[in-house]
């Protein structure tokens, strides 16, 4: 069945190209033609026209060429993929969708510029990361040397001013967050990103730091909930606590003030909720 590696598949409606190699989220887009449903509607709502949205571990390019297809050609998507292959898939889906209004940017956001090791998976070409650790098979995984970004200089000489970024990263976010104090501190800026408690201890942090530095850039947490398409407001020492093994959560960050208009944007109800407890 996978006998030609790289495939153009129909994912939510438009073009994608999947490396069927990949076992895991490769395979799914080929089989589903559809991720996270919706977590990708509420992405969707959440980049209106004209914005600049910025997509930190871009992958293949799913959440990209959503995001850019949203912005329209009035707004701009930066889409962020350390991983080669990665990459190239990425630039071939936005072609395939006739996106003019992505720049891509082939590295890893860090805390600090440079090259660094990314220890690619040979099972789950989502799972690559910017620290060592061996597959389920107990084999060690295969390294590329990559650029390294900040993203807050990185968006500067841009001058670029993002007002929503969706973020995956694979555990590395605390090692990221010091570089993008002043894009999350700026008040109009919405976040999505993936909450991995597992993968945050493999870099060396936990979730208490995870959910710490988001506090101190202001950010108020929702909890999406995929199953029952929810959006709720996260307690944070439940949160802190709740994967002791495995498991994980996607989440949005918005400050206090763009509550309301957020929960117009994205057609979902937020009332009532309580700002994440700060950190002890």
């Known amino acids: 069945m996978f006998g030609v590696r790289f495939a153009r598949v129909p994912v939510r409606g438009r073009p994608l190209w999947v490396d069927l190699h990949d076992r895991t989220l490769g395979r799914y887009f080929f089989v589903f033609q559809d991720y996270e449903p919706f977590e990708a509607t509420l992405l969707e709502r959440a980049a209106v026209p004209g914005a600049t949205v910025v997509d930190i571990g871009a992958n293949v390019g799913f959440y990209t060429v959503l995001l850019a297809s949203r912005v329209g050609p009035g707004g701009r998507?930066?889409?962020?993929e350390p991983d080669p292959t990665n990459a190239s898939l990425l630039r071939r889906s936005a072609a395939a969708n006739d996106l003019g209004n992505v720049t891509f940017l082939e590295a890893a956001v860090l805390d600090r510029a440079g090259t660094i090791d990314l220890y690619r998976s040979k099972t789950n070409f989502g799972d690559h990361r910017v620290f060592d650790g061996a597959e389920s098979d107990g084999v060690g995984r295969e390294k590329v040397t990559v650029p390294a970004v900040v993203l807050d200089e990185y968006?500067?000489?841009?001058?670029?001013?993002?007002?929503?970024?969706?973020?995956?990263?694979?555990?590395?976010?605390?090692t990221a967050f010091p570089g993008m104090i002043r894009t999350l501190s700026d008040p109009r800026v919405v976040l999505f990103c993936e909450f991995w408690p597992q993968g945050l201890r493999l870099a060396g942090s936990n979730a208490g730091a995870f959910l710490d530095s988001l506090h101190r850039a202001g950010l108020t947490l929702f909890e999406i909930r995929e199953e029952d398409r929810t959006v709720v407001p996260v307690d944070r020492d439940e949160l802190e606590n709740r994967y002791p093994d495995t498991g994980l959560s996607n989440l949005i960050g918005v400050h206090p003030e763009g509550i309301a208009s957020l929960e117009r944007t994205l057609g979902v109800t937020l009332a009532g909720a309580e700002p994440s407890r700060a950190s002890r």
């Open 77 to 80: 998507v930066i889409a962020i």
């Open 155 to 174: 968006l500067e000489r841009e001058r670029a001013h993002p007002t929503l970024v969706k973020m995956d990263i694979q555990g590395a976010e605390v």
